[in-house]
């Protein structure tokens, strides 16, 4: 049985990939995750302010040094605020995965703006990322920022990570485009080699007794799959780059579904932080197991089998299966 399959320009062994999450941020974290059968890992993010806090660090530092007395500068540096080089300490981390591993580790930039920071996506590759991945996770909070100028900022800051790189690049979406087909088109434009369906940005809540917003990381649960199976089944086909499940893979079947939807792999994170590393290979077993009993004999021979490629027109079957499940609701 062939469970390889494709992620960007990459051969995969397995659908399998551990996303981006605090169990790919420490070298043991990312041992445990290709020892359970990983196919590949997406390391955690390397934010866009965390490279310009240390950068202002940075200019401070030499402002400091260049003109001031030698007691200045050492009273500087007792304070001891060069401490948390977290951009450095992330490509020393990359250049170390990569050395213990022998699956693909793929770098992630968080990330907005065009500014300086997405030269770090270079430093990545340098550091032996095999690809990268870059989250451009932006709530529109201005009623004078048109959907047209975000879209722009979108693209503009992919084409900027892109100049900079050799790998290929995947972009984590986010589902809040008015077309999120128009929009992958125009980052595979750009000469992007896969996308992420979706990013699952953080969960917003109210603690009643403190009385203050929470901001908290979504543990997602199967339901989230939905939005996943839609968007991939829309997707497949129609974009020349591979498709990513990125939101709600929690077993073998939601693997299964995302795959025959027209995914060419799964990125899990939460199933992963609730069981452990070593759920990857439950999935897997479960995977091969529904494979054998019904007589698939390759992972990329289901890939985009339930998909809308089939289908004339795409978003007049989305309106009528729309209207039919309303209409035909029963409790
Ligand atoms: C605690 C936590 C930390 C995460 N950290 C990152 C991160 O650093 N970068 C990123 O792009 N996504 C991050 N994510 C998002 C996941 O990679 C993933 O896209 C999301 O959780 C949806 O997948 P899931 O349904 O398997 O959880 C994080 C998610 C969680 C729950």
């Not at 990459?10 to 999450?21: E, Q, R, T, V």
């Not at 890992?41 to 965390?50: D, G, P, R, T, Y």
């Not at 060069?82 to 022998?102: C, M, Q, V, W």
Request: with cysteine; proline share 3%; aromatic share 8%.
């Amino acid at each position: 049985m062939n469970l390889g399959t494709d992620f960007l320009t990459l051969k995969l062994k397995n659908p399998i990939i551990a996303g981006a999450s605090p169990l790919s941020s420490t070298l043991d974290g990312i041992k445990r995750l290709e020892d359970a059968g990983a196919a590949a890992v997406i390391a955690h993010s390397l934010f866009e302010e965390q490279i310009n806090h240390e950068q202002r660090q940075i200019d401070h530092f030499i402002h400091i040094t260049a003109e001031s007395h030698a007691e200045a500068i050492s009273y500087f540096q007792a304070e001891n605020r060069f401490d948390n080089f977290s951009a450095e300490r992330y490509l020393r981390e990359i250049e170390e995965a990569k050395a213990a591993l022998s699956i693909p580790l793929i770098g992630s930039l968080n990330g907005v703006s065009a500014g300086g920071w997405v030269q770090y996506a270079k430093a990545i590759e340098a550091a032996g990322a095999d690809a990268l991945e870059l989250n451009i996770t932006y709530i529109p909070t201005s009623m004078h920022l048109s959907g047209a100028e975000v879209e722009q900022m979108y693209v503009q800051t992919v084409a900027s990570v892109r100049e900079y790189l050799n790998i290929p690049l995947n972009i984590k979406m986010n589902a809040y485009f008015s077309s999120p087909a128009h929009m992958a088109r125009r980052f595979v434009e750009l000469g992007i080699a896969g996308v992420t369906i979706f990013d699952n940005p953080t969960r917003v809540d109210i603690d009643l007794e403190l009385l203050t917003a929470l901001r908290m990381p979504n543990i997602t649960t199967s339901q989230s799959l939905s939005e996943t199976l839609r968007w991939c089944a829309i997707l497949y086909r129609q974009l020349p780059c591979t498709i990513c499940a990125g939101t709600g893979v929690h077993t073998h079947e939601d693997l299964l579904k995302a795959l025959m939807s027209g995914a060419n792999t799964a990125a899990l994170a939460s199933v992963l932080l609730r069981h452990g590393a070593e759920h990857i290979g439950v999935i897997l077993q479960g995977l091969e197991a529904w494979m054998e009993a019904h007589e698939y004999e390759s992972v990329r021979q289901m890939i985009g089998s339930i998909s809308l490629a089939h289908t004339d027109n795409p978003a007049a079957f989305e309106r009528n299966s729309y209207m039919y499940a309303l209409q035909h609701y029963r409790s």
